[in-house]
Nanobody, 124 residues
Framework: QVQLVESGGGLVQPGGSLRLSCAASGFTLHYYGIGWFRQAPGKEREGVSCISSNGGSKYWADSAKGRFTISRDSAKNTVYLQMNSLKPEDTAVYYC?????????????????WGQGTQVTVSS
């Protein structure tokens, strides 16, 4: 059974950091791309960052460049999103998703499995 489970969200002050984890089960990360998306209240879900199956391609949304880092631990079958210098506008539910073709893409099409999401709130 394919599952993606996000964790690591929480309440953080502006300028703080969080590391989100996306633990995969039922499949091996090595063959699939993983994307991180977020959805704020009243807004559409948007791509934040992604990593391709071989780790050779990584992309970030303009809002995340220079602040967020994506990485993968194959031994733990887990993808991480390190978020630094957090801003109130980063507040959202963050989701990870699997791209069945192994791509790294910030568009939602092509992602076949999604996690349940983890809440990130940036507030003083």
């Amino acid at each position: 059974q394919v599952q993606l489970v996000e964790s690591g969200g929480g309440l953080v002050q502006p300028g703080g950091s969080l590391r989100l984890s996306c633990a995969a089960s039922g499949f091996t990360l090595h063959y699939y791309g993983i994307g991180w998306f977020r959805q704020a209240p009243g807004k559409e879900r948007e791509g934040v960052s992604c990593i391709s199956s071989n780790g050779g391609s990584k992309y970030w949304a303009d809002s995340a460049k220079g602040r967020f880092t994506i990485s993968r631990d194959s031994a733990k079958n887990t993808v991480y999103l390190q978020m630094n210098s957090l801003k109130p506008e980063d507040t959202a539910v963050y989701y990870c998703a699997r791209d069945y073709s192994g791509r790294c893409a910030l568009a939602r099409n092509g992602y076949d499995y999604w996690g349940q999401g983890t809440q990130v709130t940036v507030s003083s």
